[in-house]
């Protein structure tokens, strides 16, 4: 079942005018920017079907801009949010494409700065929730129901482990889990679905967990 | 977990409980969460849409001018005449107004269940409660009833106009809206469930076609009318009229009609009214004069 909480559908408190094209998309946004870590220096925003074709009217652009500034979806400044970007030195671009994605509220996010670059696909599915179904280049299917860890990690044995060996120190039950990866040997990704939501001090031992290079964290 | 209205209607008789209450202690369940944090979450909720009512009666104009303006001409009319359709009726009506005019205005709102059709559940809740006369309790226990029929309609169809059109939406929130009323008079689960789907018949089929892409024209109106279906079927529910086709089967066909149903009107302000000589020269005159702010 996609929906699972009662505040799927009797909320979120958010920023009008729509649930899936504006706090949907902050939430695509701030999904893109707790992945990347810390405030990007570019975004390019890539529009696909209802997304594309009713953005501006939507404040689609303004509320993904928000989500990449932190914002969540019932923070006021979202109606503010180029204009702080841009004041904050962030290159922005939003681009409308024609191609016919799955799901019809479709947004690709690449996101960047001098160290580093991610690419994300979020769609928005309804009511303001969202799913994340690909990062930079690996697919997923992150519900966005729970709060979830996403942890890039070196292709090689002991991986796995050394993750959910600290989840287990803590006592946190794993929902779901997928592991994914472009060639053997290579980088992978690993999603960790868990039912409460992960504080720093556990993220922060990941982080520091052998074989992993990097984690994110999707909170409730 | 329950998958459909036959088993929520089900759990909650057989429990003796209100469908609200089946709705509280599954959110707990599946948060692993204590009554108390469940609850005042959504009393949050809560005071959130009553403010958002507050608002709008104040008078709100959104940035493109559409919309705004006419849940005071409501209220102000209400005061001088006697309505036809009645004083709740129209209370009703003017508070999803106001609750979609705040909306528009891209003001605070709790989506129920998403911000272009928020403006049923709380535009009933607060009219219903002047002649009801609940306890905060049963206004929090409202939104959880609410919110059940709602899990149902997204989890079997759709709650989203791009995936449904405007039955999707407005017609969900229409649905919740009634299923909450019935609980609040003092009706059974059962009579809930056939005032959802007495409501959500009468939305079946309607499209998605917001003027310009902008969550105003016509959503406002929409909600207005979902709100004053939701009333109505409420009273014929308890009344005893049910529904013959059963309200699981509603939500399927409501879902089949939203697959079937072009793009065009599924929330890309292609087709509909938005697609009319003066939907489309409203959005000129608004494109317009976003490029010159």
């Known amino acids: 079942m996609k929906y699972r909480s009662v505040f799927d559908i009797i909320g979120p408190v958010m920023i009008g005018p729509s649930s899936s094209h504006t706090a949907g998309a902050a939430r695509i946004g701030r999904a893109a920017r707790h992945l990347f870590g810390r405030e990007p220096k570019y975004a390019h925003v890539y529009f696909y079907g209802s997304f594309a074709e009713t953005y501006k009217g939507h404040g689609t652009d303004v509320a993904i801009i928000g989500g990449l500034l932190d914002y969540d979806t019932d923070d006021t400044r979202i109606r503010s949010s180029l204009e702080t970007a841009s004041n904050r030195g962030i290159d922005v671009n939003f681009y409308e494409e024609a191609a016919q994605t799955d799901h019809p509220n479709t947004a690709r996010i690449v996101i960047g700065d001098d160290d580093r670059e991610i690419e994300l696909v979020g769609i928005s599915i309804g009511g303001g929730k969202v799913e994340i179904t690909e990062l930079d280049g690996f697919e997923l299917r992150l519900s966005g129901s729970h709060p979830a860890i996403l942890l890039i990690h070196n292709d090689r044995y002991g991986a796995i482990a050394s993750a959910t060996t600290i989840l287990a120190s803590h006592e946190i039950n794993i929902g779901r889990m997928e592991v994914s990866r472009k060639a053997q040997g290579e980088q992978a990704l690993m999603v960790i679905e868990v039912d409460q939501n992960i504080e720093d001090y556990v993220l922060n031992e990941l982080e520091r967990a052998d074989h992993i290079t990097q984690v994110a964290r999707i909170s409730d | ?3 459909n209205a036959a088993e929520l209607v089900e759990l909650a008789e057989k429990g003796n409980i209100p469908i609200s209450e089946v709705m509280i202690r599954q959110e707990m369940e599946v948060k692993q969460v204590t009554r108390e944090q469940v609850y005042t979450q959504m009393e949050r909720n809560l005071d959130v849409m009553e403010k958002a009512v507050e608002d709008g009666l104040k008078g709100v104009k959104s940035h493109s001018g559409l919309t705004g303006g006419d849940a005071v001409l409501i209220q102000t009319y209400m005061k001088n005449h006697k309505p036809l359709s009645g004083h709740l009726l129209m209370d009703a009506v003017s508070k999803a107004v106001a609750t979609n005019e705040v909306n528009a205005a891209m003001g605070t709102i709790c989506a129920t269940p998403t911000a272009g059709s928020a403006g049923c559940v709380p535009g009933t809740l607060f009219a219903v409660k002047n002649q009801l006369n609940p306890t905060r309790d049963q206004m929090v226990r409202y939104l959880f009833t609410s919110g059940a029929f709602g899990f149902i309609v997204a989890n079997n ?7 449904g059109g405007c039955q999707a939406e407005v017609g969900s929130a229409a649905g919740m809206a009634a299923a909450a009323i019935v609980e ?5 689960p059962s009579q809930s469930a056939e005032a959802m789907a007495i409501t959500l018949k009468n939305m079946i089929g309607l499209i998605c076609d917001p003027v310009a892409g902008l969550v105003e024209v016509p959503c406002v109106k929409r909600n207005a009318m979902g709100a004053s279906n939701a009333v109505v079927a409420a009273d014929m529910a308890l009344a005893g009229v049910t529904s013959r086709i059963p309200c699981d ?16 009107f599924r929330e890309t302000a292609k087709g509909g009214l938005a697609a009319t000589a003066t939907g489309k020269k409203l959005e000129a005159q608004v494109y317009g004069n976003v490029q010159k702010s």
């Open chain 2, 184 to 188: 609040m008079a003092g009706g059974s």
């Open chain 2, 1 to 3: 977990m329950f998958k």
């Open chain 2, 249 to 264: 089967e509603v939500i399927d066909t409501m879902y089949k009609v939203g697959q079937r149903m072009p793009t065009d």
């Open chain 2, 157 to 163: 169809a759709s709650i989203s106009g791009a995936a």
